[in-house]
């Protein structure tokens, strides 16, 4: 008998849970809480996000280099009316992606404007 006072099971016998157990125990996921204000009243409300660390710290990336808080990085987006995405956490990655993808692509210019000198 385990700790809880039932019988020692066998991981198949579960449902695979041996398998879900480790997917769980893999999840880089973060949730984190973020502060956003309504403009038009200015009332405050906490939300929260989840998402993969290594966009977290994307965004600290992005924020660091705007001189831009998490919470203001994420109002503009809230705000922003070209962002279509379904969920905030969707508006969100998309932003992040294409934060990265701009500044790619100005290097990538910037580079081909040295060649052609």
């Known amino acids: 008998m385990d ?3 039932f019988g020692k099971t066998e991981p198949a016998a579960i449902g695979g849970s041996e398998l879900f157990m480790s997917k769980i125990a893999s999840q880089t996921l ?3 809480n973020i502060t956003l204000k309504n403009p ?3 009332e405050s409300h ?3 996000i ?3 660390k290594v966009e977290w710290d ?3 990336i992005i924020c660091r280099q705007t001189g831009m808080t998490l919470h ?3 109002m503009q987006v809230e705000r922003d009316p070209a962002r279509t995405e379904h969920s905030r956490t969707s508006r969100i990655r998309s932003a992040i992606l294409g934060y990265f993808l701009r500044v790619q692509s ?3 210019e910037g580079s081909r404007g040295e060649a052609a000198r």
């Open 3 to 5: 700790m809880h006072g």
């Open 30 to 32: 973060i949730n984190r």
């Open 40 to 42: 038009e009243t200015g």
């Open 46 to 48: 906490r939300t929260s």
């Open 50 to 52: 989840r998402l993969e």
């Open 58 to 60: 994307a965004l600290r």
């Open 72 to 74: 203001q990085f994420c």
């Open 106 to 108: 100005s290097v990538t």
